[in-house]
């Protein structure tokens, strides 16, 4: 499993990646190996706001369907029209072509509640038990 440590983490496995005050956000290479092939994003609309550990979205996978959460509060600045047409990206790239949403964030002290690589890491091998 590939855990940057550029970016930062959530329990419920989605990833953050913060340049110029705002957070790019999508699911981390754990969570896409969990879920197995995905055939279907729902992503929320620019425009939208998102409330941190709340649900923006929605991933589906040939197992199952689970909601996306969203790490930071905000409002979406950006959202990857590409996973509509290819959602597998998220299976074959999902920190960089996989990105689901760019959020302008409201509150930056929400991301001292993320985890970084190293504690992510120990998250996972824990929860794998």
């Known amino acids: 499993m590939d855990f ?10 989605e990833w953050v990646k913060v340049e110029n005050g705002k957070a790019k956000i999508g699911i981390t290479d754990y969570a896409q190996h969990e879920l197995g092939d995905i055939v279907f994003v729902e992503l ?5 706001g998102v409330v941190a ?3 923006f979205g929605v991933v589906e996978s040939v197992k199952t369907v689970s909601d996306l959460y969203s790490p930071v509060s905000g409002e979406v600045v950006g959202v ?7 959602p597998e990206v998220v299976n074959t790239s999902p920190y960089d072509k ?3 949403v760019e959020v302008a964030m409201s509150d930056k002290n929400e991301l001292k509640e993320l985890f970084s ?7 996972v091998e ?3 038990q």
């Open 4 to 13: 940057p440590d550029d970016l930062l983490y959530t329990k419920e496995h």
């Open 44 to 48: 929320p609309e620019v425009g939208s």
């Open 53 to 55: 550990m709340e649900p």
């Open 117 to 123: 690589a190293d504690e992510y890491t120990k998250y």
């Open 126 to 128: 824990e929860e794998s």
């Open 98 to 100: 996989g990105w689901m």
């Open 80 to 86: 990857n029209s590409e996973l509509e047409a290819t």
